[in-house]
C-alpha cells in the first residue's frame, strides 16, 4: 500500500472513531494503531478511558512482532486499569494483499455503567413495591374538567353509558363522590355541575340533602 492510501485510510479511521465516540459516549474509547512505526504506534485517540495520547506505543510491543500473521482473527477480552476494568475489543487492519499494518483499538468502561445500572435498580425497586393506597389524580387544568373527570369515571365505574342514563339513584351515588372528593368546597361547583348534569342548581341541593340522608340511614 503505498503512503498516499496509507494515510487517507488512517486519516478514515480516525474520523469513524470520533463518531462512534460521539454516538456511544464518555465511556468509549477508541484507539488508531498504525504499525509503520510500532513505539509510536497510536496515531489517533477517541475518548478518554486511558489518558494515551497520539505518539504512544502499541500496547504488547512482543505479541505484535512475534505472534501475529494476516489470519489472525480479531480479539475481545479485558483490561485493566487502576480499579478500572474494561471490555476491550481489538480490529485488525490489513492491507489488499493481508498484511497486518494497524489496529483498532476500542475500549468500552463498563464499571460505570454497572453504577449507574445499580442506581436505576435501586430506584426502580422502590417503585415496584406495592401498596394498599392508590391515589388516583385526574391533573385537571380546570374547575370545569376536574367535574367532567369526575363524572366520566363514575359513568365508566358504574358501566353506565351517558349521563342522560343516570337514575336517581345514580345521580344521589354520584352526589356523594363529588361530597368526599371535597368538590363542592369550591365556589361554582354546584352549578357547574347542575349544567353538566343537565338540571338546576336547585336539584343539586336536594340530591345532596337526599345523598345525606342516605348515609346517615
Request: proline share 3%; charged share 25%.
Amino acid at each position: 500500500m503505498d503512503r498516499f492510501k496509507r494515510e487517507w485510510l488512517f486519516e478514515l479511521l480516525g474520523r469513524i472513531a470520533d463518531g462512534i465516540v460521539a454516538v456511544v459516549g464518555p465511556y468509549c474509547e477508541i484507539v488508531v494503531y498504525d504499525f509503520a512505526d510500532l513505539e509510536h504506534a497510536i496515531v489517533h485517540v477517541a475518548g478518554d478511558l486511558t489518558d494515551r495520547q497520539p505518539g504512544a506505543p502499541v500496547p504488547d510491543l512482543e505479541f505484535i512482532q512475534t505472534s501475529l500473521s494476516n489470519v489472525s482473527p480479531d480479539e475481545i477480552n479485558y483490561t485493566q486499569k487502576g480499579e478500572n476494568q474494561f471490555l476491550s475489543y481489538t480490529v485488525w487492519v490489513r492491507d489488499p494483499e493481508g498484511k497486518t499494518i494497524g489496529a483498532l483499538g476500542i475500549n468500552m468502561d463498563y464499571d460505570h455503567v454497572l453504577q449507574v445500572k445499580a442506581v436505576v435498580d435501586s430506584l426502580a425497586a422502590v417503585f415496584q413495591q406495592k401498596s394498599d393506597l392508590l391515589i388516583s389524580n385526574t391533573f385537571a387544568r380546570s374547575l370545569d374538567e376536574l367535574l367532567q373527570n369526575t363524572v366520566q369515571q363514575f359513568l365508566q365505574q358504574e358501566s353506565i353509558q351517558s349521563i342522560d342514563d343516570l337514575t336517581l339513584q345514580d345521580k344521589l351515588h354520584l352526589i356523594e363522590i363529588v361530597e368526599e372528593r371535597g368538590l363542592f368546597k369550591i365556589r361554582g361547583a354546584a352549578q357547574r355541575l347542575a349544567d353538566l348534569l343537565k338540571v338546576s342548581r336547585a336539584s343539586i341541593y336536594n340530591y345532596r340533602a337526599g345523598a345525606s340522608v342516605n348515609q346517615d340511614s
